[in-house]
């Protein structure tokens, strides 16, 4: 019986790079636009300064807006990741969090341009919060897009 598109999201959480991490999905909503993910702080992912890991704080981010998209755009089309940057505002001290969001009618408008143009490569950005909203990262992420061939 194939997995359903909740659980194969939730699997993510088994992946061993995640669990050394200590990172974690902690919400999807039932129209799989949005995915919140946390890392926790602990001994074995501080940097030498003791906080966050910098590689750390990026891995949460990389999947999640290639996955939203791959899920509500179909299977007739190939999304990757592109190009990504990660900003770094400040250290991260505690336990940290990102929302990765888009909303129907932006999934709508690049399967619209994707046809249109062959290949379409959006840019989005999601924010690392740490426990007390403070933003510690800024990530800044470009994916492919291309209708597959017949």
Request: hydrophobic share 45%; glycine share 6%.
């Amino acid at each position: 019986m194939p997995l359903s598109a909740r659980r194969r999201f939730e699997l993510i959480n088994w992946y061993p790079p995640f669990i050394g991490a200590g990172i974690r999905v902690i919400g999807i909503d039932d129209a799989f636009t949005t995915v919140t993910v946390e890392m926790k702080l602990r001994w074995w992912n501080k940097n030498i300064f003791g906080t966050q890991f910098g590689g750390a704080l990026y891995m949460m981010c990389d999947p999640f807006f290639v996955a939203i998209l791959m899920q509500n755009i179909g299977r007739d089309y190939i999304v990757w990741d592109k190009a990504a940057s990660i900003k770094f505002l400040k250290p991260g001290r505690s336990d940290v969090r990102a929302v990765f969001h888009i909303p129907r009618a932006e999934i709508a408008r690049v399967k619209a341009e994707t046809d249109a143009r062959g290949k379409y490569e959006p840019e989005y950005e999601a924010d690392i919060i740490d426990k007390d909203g403070v933003v510690v990262a800024k990530v800044h992420k470009t994916i492919y897009v291309r209708r597959k061939k017949a």
